[in-house]
């Protein structure tokens, strides 16, 4: 619309609206003023698509090689039409543009600053298990209920509450952190950072990185939360191998994904690997009655870290496949090799294989029908040092173990799961009254309710029998809540 006519219409309409009544100039002029923005706003994006499509085909011609131009000299006069055309429309478009603030400068390069600004995103959660129960052992995390999740005396405890928050950091890493909360025996709070680490999302060739305080990608169960878990308790064998809080520590781990036709990924973790959370390695162990600190009977032996041998390589390969259209078989192999504690040249190395098995019928209905079947089986060759005023000789420690479980979401909302661990080992000459040696077995049915996905309520009777406390029964219901919302979890 010419400036000319704009001043015209406007003037035209001053002088009409002057005799009619102030209600109706009102009115009249209101309605004037919106047909008038409607139009400026359609002869603007008139423009705008023209000016679009006279700059898309500009960088076409721009693009040319050299030789097509020479073929084609109508090519170049046509361009030089163009560019004047494009002049012209931008020199028009100018005041409109300039009634616009100018954009503040970026202090990072466009790409990273417009990502972080426009996709960015944090998830905050909170989760709690709330275990209530009896033992007919008085004292369960003596000897029956090793685990730190698991429940440690008769009625109520709560031994897991935790608050994880994940999110974007920009278009390379995004992050997560698990900050965990537990109440003691007589309901003191102890808190740990469980996790924190970035993980990278941009990295070339199906690479992944990820680097900071987590769970070790060993078997199934151990990189789980235990919110994850489809028991209350921790299984024997983790425990005997991992200790009570699970594989964990500060490293790094490189994934690659390879480019199979099923899914099949390589891991490989290199992590410090001292302390309680790496319990079979570089771990001092408790105090005993004198104040020496001691793993195995042996007093152990505090090993400054002198070089790439004296950290914890963690490496796994796992592989899924679609065996048919409703079921799936993933299957894994994982170590663990390091130093520990009880000598200056003592190592200790675990190997592990498992598999988990799931059907689910295309008719499922919100997830249910379906059958999995979980197995782990782990192997842990523990070189303990002499230790002469203990009378300790040196000797190497054996100890095996599986555990398999079912779970059968038979009705939506409704869960049934059954579980049977062993472990065992050779004899050592500390064994007497250690709970993590000798052999035992559990069996652990289960019975799920989910009245949503952010609760759960699970009751679960174990029948435990050891060599060194005899039979045991126990009976857990546990109380699940969750606010907010929680980062997915891996299959």
């Not at 006069?77 to 163009?82: A, C, P, S, T, V």
């Not at 090793?146 to 928050?165: Q, S, Y």
């Not at 098995?357 to 089986?377: D, H, V």
């Amino acid at each position: 619309m010419k400036l000319r006519t704009v001043l015209a219409s406007t003037f035209a309409l001053w002088l009409g609206a002057v005799a009619l009544p102030a209600e109706d100039q009102v009115q009249q002029l209101k309605q004037q003023l919106q047909q008038m923005q409607t139009e400026f706003e359609k002869t603007r994006q008139q423009q705008q698509a023209q000016i679009d499509a006279l700059t898309r085909k500009l960088a076409e011609l721009s693009a040319a090689p050299p030789a097509a131009v020479a073929a084609a000299p109508a090519t170049s006069d046509e361009q030089k039409k163009l560019e004047q055309e494009l002049a012209g429309d931008l020199a028009a478009a100018a005041p409109a543009r300039a009634a616009a603030p100018p954009p503040a400068p970026a202090p990072f390069p466009a790409a990273t600053s417009g990502a972080r600004g426009g996709s960015a995103y944090m998830n905050l959660s909170y989760g709690a298990l709330v275990v209530g129960g009896w033992s007919t052992a008085a004292d369960p995390s003596a000897q029956v209920e090793l685990g730190d999740h698991d429940p440690i005396k008769r009625g109520f405890v709560l031994r897991n509450a935790e608050i994880a928050v994940d999110g974007a950091i920009d278009p390379y890493f995004k992050g997560f952190a698990n900050i965990v909360l537990k109440l003691d025996r007589n309901n003191g709070t102890d808190i740990e950072l469980e996790e924190s680490f970035l993980q990278s999302t941009a990295l070339p060739a199906n690479l992944q990185l990820k680097l900071g305080q987590f769970f070790a990608n060993f078997g199934r169960q151990n990189p789980q939360h235990p919110h994850q878990w489809s028991f209350v308790d921790q299984p024997l064998i983790l425990g005997r191998t991992f200790g009570p809080d699970g594989l964990r520590s500060v490293g790094a781990q490189l994934s690659w994904l390879a480019p199979t036709p099923f899914y099949t990924e390589a891991f490989l973790a290199v992590l410090d690997g001292q302390g309680g959370t790496a319990f079979s390695f570089r771990n001092p162990g408790e105090p005993d009655a004198l104040g020496t600190s001691r793993f195995a009977g042996r007093a152990t032996v505090d090993r400054t870290l002198r070089g790439a041998q004296d950290l914890l390589v963690v490496p796994r390969l796992a592989s899924s496949f679609e065996l048919t259209d409703n079921t799936t078989l993933l299957v894994g192999l994982s170590g663990a090799f390091g130093p520990n504690d009880t000598g200056a040249h003592r190592r200790t190395q675990i190997y592990g294989a498992d598999f988990f098995w799931k059907w689910k019928p295309p008719n499922a209905s919100l997830g249910f029908p379906y059958l999995s079947w979980q197995t782990e089986a782990l192997y842990r060759r523990f070189e303990a040092g002499a230790d002469p005023l203990a009378a300790l000789p040196d000797e190497t420690l054996r100890d095996y173990g599986a555990y398999s479980q079912l779970s059968y979401g038979f009705v939506p909302r409704w869960n049934a799961g059954l579980r049977y661990d062993y472990v065992s080992g050779n004899s050592a000459a500390a064994d007497f009254g250690d709970p993590r040696r000798g052999r035992r077995w559990r069996l652990s049915p289960a019975l799920t309710f989910f009245p949503s996905e952010f609760s759960k309520i699970r009751l679960q009777f174990n029948h435990d029998n050891s060599d060194l406390f005899g039979n045991a029964e126990s009976v857990w219901m546990q109380f699940e809540f969750g606010l907010g919302a929680h980062a997915a979890h891996k299959y």
